[in-house]
């Protein structure tokens, strides 16, 4: 090996090697495709800058920027069953919910939460879409109905912000169940006479919005979330109709009278507050008791 490439060619690579550039220092929007600033991305709670995309939201930043000075206190849901059927697709679905945990952190799909809001006391369900697409299994439910249980122990409005792709395939028939379980968790609520709440956020598809996404006394909605059950090619053969172009996003969902209110990432805090002030105000609560 000679001097030149024993010695020189290794400090002209020293001299002309680019500098490592940290992760994730830029990020594509999915909707515009223009590349943003990851810390700016962040600061403005994951939303493009250009075209006001709300992209994906991790589920704790979520819930720190919507409670008063960020403090939430997380809920136990109780174990449930991990592969009931024996499923097997590609993989083993142990494998599957194994490979999940690892890499978000989670237990599984749904996180149960609670603090304040403006001093007012709001219990949410927050589905997490990286985890196997926030699809709905058995610990979903059970989540929802702890979700239910800790709103009404609390006298607190329930909050559920959806993103899903629907119930668990893996699952089969006991996760169609928890469409009803679901249902039920939502009528303890009104039973209670507490606010139900639903933030439909990207996606809120299937089993989900045939169920408890439905069911709130107010339904928000993300800015272009994608609402539906199925997807628009198998409803067209089916009706046997072309449909509009933007027929599943919240925008048409807003002015066909699905959604009562689509609500800006940035703006969800104060649009909350506004909602629990009215709902919950000491006054109108001890009027409520008074007539009952």
Same mark, same amino acid.
């Given at each position: 090996?000679?001097?030149? +490439?024993? !010695?020189?060619?290794?400090?002209?690579? *020293?001299? @002309?090697?680019?500098?490592?550039?940290? $992760?994730?220092?830029?990020?594509?929007?999915?909707?515009?495709?223009?590349?943003? !600033?990851?810390? $700016?991305?962040?600061?403005?709670?994951?939303?493009?800058?250009?075209?006001?995309?709300?992209?994906?939201? &991790?589920?704790?930043?979520?819930?720190?920027?919507?409670?008063?000075?960020?403090?939430?206190?997380?809920?136990?849901?109780?174990?449930?069953?991990?592969?009931?059927?024996?499923?097997? $697709?590609?993989?083993?679905?142990? =494998?599957?919910?194994?490979? *999940?945990?690892?890499?978000?952190?989670?237990? =599984?799909?749904? +996180?149960?939460?609670?603090?304040?809001?403006?001093?007012?006391?709001?219990?949410? *369900?927050?589905?997490? !879409?990286?985890?196997?697409?926030?699809?709905?299994?058995?610990?979903?439910?059970?989540?929802?109905?702890?979700?239910?249980?800790?709103? /009404?122990?609390?006298?607190?409005?329930?909050?559920?912000?959806?993103?899903?792709?629907?119930?668990? %395939?893996?699952?089969?028939?006991?996760?169609? %169940?928890? %469409?009803?379980?679901? +249902?039920?968790?939502?009528?303890?609520?009104?039973?209670?006479?507490?606010?139900?709440? /639903?933030?439909? &956020?990207?996606?809120?598809?299937?089993?989900?919005?045939?169920?408890?996404?439905?069911?709130?006394?107010?339904?928000?909605?993300?800015?272009?979330?994608? /609402?539906?059950? +199925?997807?628009?090619?198998?409803?067209?053969?089916?009706?046997?109709?072309?449909?509009? @172009?933007?027929?599943? &996003?919240?925008?048409?969902?807003?002015?066909?009278?699905?959604? $009562?209110?689509?609500?800006?990432?940035?703006?969800?805090?104060?649009?909350?507050?506004?909602?629990?002030?009215?709902?919950?105000?000491?006054?109108?609560?001890? %009027?409520?008791? &008074? /007539?009952?």
């Amino acid at each position: 090996m000679s001097w030149l +490439t024993q !010695f020189i060619r290794p400090k002209i690579n *020293a001299l @002309t090697k680019k500098r490592d550039t940290p $992760d994730q220092l830029w990020i594509k929007c999915t909707e515009c495709e223009q590349m943003l !600033f990851h810390k $700016d991305f962040l600061t403005r709670l994951s939303v493009c800058r250009h075209c006001s995309f709300p992209m994906r939201f &991790s589920g704790n930043h979520r819930l720190q920027t919507l409670f008063d000075d960020g403090h939430v206190t997380f809920h136990e849901v109780p174990s449930v069953p991990l592969d009931p059927l024996g499923f097997r $697709d590609q993989k083993r679905y142990v =494998d599957r919910l194994k490979d *999940a945990r690892q890499k978000t952190g989670l237990k =599984d799909s749904v +996180t149960v939460a609670s603090g304040h809001v403006l001093g007012l006391p709001l219990v949410v *369900a927050n589905f997490h !879409f990286e985890f196997i697409g926030g699809s709905m299994g058995m610990a979903a439910g059970e989540a929802l109905v702890i979700g239910a249980q800790a709103a /009404i122990a609390q006298n607190a409005a329930f909050l559920v912000i959806p993103a899903s792709g629907g119930a668990r %395939m893996q699952e089969g028939m006991l996760s169609l %169940m928890q %469409m009803t379980r679901s +249902t039920i968790a939502m009528n303890l609520v009104q039973e209670a006479r507490l606010p139900r709440i /639903i933030l439909l &956020s990207n996606p809120t598809t299937g089993g989900v919005i045939a169920s408890f996404a439905s069911l709130g006394d107010i339904i928000l909605a993300e800015p272009k979330a994608i /609402i539906g059950f +199925t997807g628009k090619r198998v409803i067209q053969e089916t009706l046997r109709q072309t449909l509009p @172009t933007n027929f599943q &996003s919240a925008e048409f969902q807003y002015e066909h009278g699905f959604v $009562d209110y689509i609500v800006p990432r940035e703006k969800l805090r104060s649009v909350l507050g506004d909602i629990l002030t009215i709902l919950l105000h000491p006054p109108r609560q001890a %009027m409520r008791e &008074s /007539i009952l």
